[in-house]
């Protein structure tokens, strides 16, 4: 089974700071691996997905994920913080053996302080 | 194009009464989902439905049962409604296997028991 962790519940940054939120999975086949966003009162939307074909995957809104498979994790990051990137984010993984779940992690809350 | 919509939007129940979540999708999807989201605890799967006629468990299917009514339509519905299900609950769609896709996730019902 896969899994997904994401250390640190809330994430303050600076506006114009680097943002960084770290995620590590745990799979036994090669991963599908996703970054969704939430912003307040909404569903998920897509930020960025790894399929295997490059491992620097480049989202929506300038963030961009490294996949590193010696390490197991799939890191996002965006250069400089704007204030319109306050939301909860979500790592998600599933297999690619065909397993039927997206097992997702707890979220960070992005705070984005002025 | 609505992309994915839920009904209702706001929910309060009492300790035992019923009630329906209601979800449809008007992207011919195959795959449609069911999750809770609760605080620190990220996104769990309850049920979801690979196709048509289909419907399968996920992580946390107690107390809750589904109906695939149609290819755009998936229903939740809550037969005793239990304190430990206030929650905000999401509908997804996708095409099969979710893990190779992007889900398209609704804007969510918030269900509160008391």
């Known amino acids: 089974a896969q899994s997904v962790t994401q250390l640190g519940s809330h994430v303050s940054v600076s506006e114009g700071a680097l943002v960084l939120l770290r995620c590590n999975y745990s799979?036994?086949?090669?991963?599908?691996l996703f970054w969704y966003v939430q912003y307040p009162n909404q569903g998920l939307q897509l930020l960025l997905k790894y399929t295997s074909a490059a491992t620097l995957v480049k989202g929506i809104n300038g963030f961009e994920a490294e996949f590193k498979k010696s390490e197991t994790s799939f890191h996002l990051t965006k250069p400089s913080a704007h204030m319109s990137d306050a939301a909860e984010y979500f790592c998600?993984?599933?297999?690619?053996?065909?397993?039927?779940?997206?097992?997702f992690g707890k979220g960070n809350q992005v705070v984005v302080i002025p | 194009n609505a992309g994915v919509t839920q009904t209702p939007k706001f929910q309060v129940l009492k300790t035992g009464q019923s009630m329906t979540l209601q979800c449809a999708q008007d992207?011919?999807?195959?795959?449609m989902y069911w999750y809770r989201q609760d605080p620190g605890m990220g996104l769990r799967l309850i049920y979801y439905s690979a196709s048509e006629g289909t419907t399968d468990k996920g992580e946390v299917p107690n107390g809750y049962n589904v109906s695939r009514l149609n290819k755009r339509e998936f229903s939740l519905r809550l037969e005793s409604a239990a304190p430990s299900q206030t929650s905000v609950y999401f509908c997804a769609s996708s095409e099969w296997p979710p893990g190779h896709y992007e889900q398209y996730f609704g804007p969510g019902t918030r269900l509160t028991v008391t």
């Open positions: 799979s036994s086949v090669p991963p599908y």
């Open positions: 998600a993984v599933s297999g690619s053996d065909g397993n039927n779940r997206l097992a």
């Open positions: 992207m011919n999807h195959n795959s």
